[in-house]
């Protein structure tokens, strides 16, 4: 069984569409993240959620919007993509938010705007 | 604040060569650590961590890293190289607060020849 499942895995789409990723994770986690990765493999945080509620929103446009349903979901739609928004999306998750525990990360989407 | 410097971009050896990958910190507080891999259109997997227990950590695939205080940093090591070690390396530190954030560095690329 994934740990931590995201889909799709790749996702190539115009300027100015709206795309949805999806992240689910079955270890019992309490807490979930998006991390957007550069093309210089740089890894930043987007989002936290703990239990449904964002603890953590990182200077990331408005057009980002993330979504909980409950806590072992976190999802990332966007909007109005533009060419920058390119990037490998990895979504993450720990117990509690507890960071000396470390990340379980998911294999990534790999967006591409064109 | 948080940060994590990795010292070098790009790392060659060959195989069965040992693997020094440097890494320094800068924290405010006795921080949590970790080396994390990621292979070629892979997710992120974790390598080791440390936590404030024993400074000298040992990892899976035979690596291990030595947290030293005084000289701020968080080496990664491996005695001998294989071929499957070439991939891209973080090094990560636990943020200032218990969200849970993560700060990774910049990464450095693993190359192994034969």
């Known amino acids: 069984d994934t740990a931590v499942s995201q889909t799709p895995k790749y996702l190539v789409t115009q300027m100015g569409n709206d795309k949805s990723i999806k992240c689910e994770q079955n270890l019992g986690h309490d807490t979930m993240y998006w991390y957007k990765q550069d093309s210089k493999k740089f890894l930043k945080i987007m989002f936290s959620?703990?239990?449904?509620?964002?603890?953590i929103n990182e200077t990331v446009p408005n057009r980002f919007s993330p979504k909980s349903p409950d806590k072992a979901h976190l999802n990332l739609h966007i909007n109005s993509l533009e060419l920058g928004d390119s990037a490998v999306y990895f979504c993450a998750s720990s117990p509690s938010g507890v960071p000396n525990y470390g990340y379980t990360f998911g294999s990534g989407t790999r967006l591409t705007v064109v | 604040a948080q940060s994590v410097t990795q010292l070098d971009s790009h790392v060659s050896v060959s195989e069965g060569t040992p693997v020094l990958l440097r890494c320094n910190y800068s924290?405010?507080?006795?921080?949590?650590l970790f080396w994390y891999v990621q292979h070629p259109n892979k997710g992120l997997q974790l390598l080791l961590k440390y936590t404030s227990a024993a400074t000298l950590v040992k990892g899976i695939n035979g690596f291990e890293a030595e947290f030293k205080k005084s000289e701020t940093s968080f080496h990664l090591t491996k005695p001998s190289a294989h071929m499957s070690d070439a991939a891209e390396y973080f090094c990560?530190?636990?943020?200032?607060?218990?969200?849970?954030?993560?700060?990774f560095g910049q990464g450095t690329t693993l190359q192994v020849k034969p």
């Open positions: 959620y703990n239990n449904k509620e964002l603890i």
């Open positions: 990560v530190v636990s943020g200032s607060s218990n969200t849970g954030k993560l700060i």
């Open positions: 924290s405010s507080y006795s921080p949590s």
